[in-house]
Nanobody, 126 residues
Framework: QSQLVESGGGLVQPGGSLRLACVAP????????IGWFRQAPGKEREGLSC????????TYARSVEGRFTLSLDRAKGTIYLQMNDLKPDDSAVYYC???????????????????WGKGTLVSVSA
């Protein structure tokens, strides 16, 4: 049973924007780090951004820094990934994942995640 649920994917034109959302109803948010990942066909899953929930500390992969923004709505228990200036190469299945527990900094290492969502598809095409 998935501990995380993503939403917000869809079809968008190049240069457009999407906002993905992730909720983790079965986890204690203060103890974990949440990461956003993506996997395109034929490629390895890559880390994009993460947040340590207790402190709000975030980091980004160079491939998306400046275009993608991770944010947190603590009241809703929701982690967002705002994606701007999307390119065809951004097309992939996007996942959120949790590392429980997380100390100091969050991680974007696929192998360190304990829980995964089922993913949401983002397609960037004219």
């Amino acid at each position: 049973q998935s501990q995380l649920v993503e939403s917000g994917g869809g079809l968008v034109q190049p240069g457009g924007s999407l906002r993905l959302a992730c909720v983790a109803p079965g986890l204690t948010l203060e103890n974990i780090g949440i990461g956003w990942f993506r996997q395109a066909p034929g490629k390895e899953r890559e880390g994009l951004s993460c947040i340590r929930m207790r402190t709000g500390w975030t980091t980004y992969a160079r491939s998306v820094e400046g275009r993608f923004t991770l944010s947190l709505d603590r009241a809703k228990g929701t982690i967002y990934l705002q994606m701007n200036d999307l390119k065809p190469d951004d097309s992939a299945v996007y996942y959120c994942a949790a590392k429980d527990p997380t100390f100091f900094r969050c991680s974007m290492d696929v192998s360190e995640m304990n829980y995964w969502g089922k993913g949401t598809l983002v397609s960037v095409s004219a």
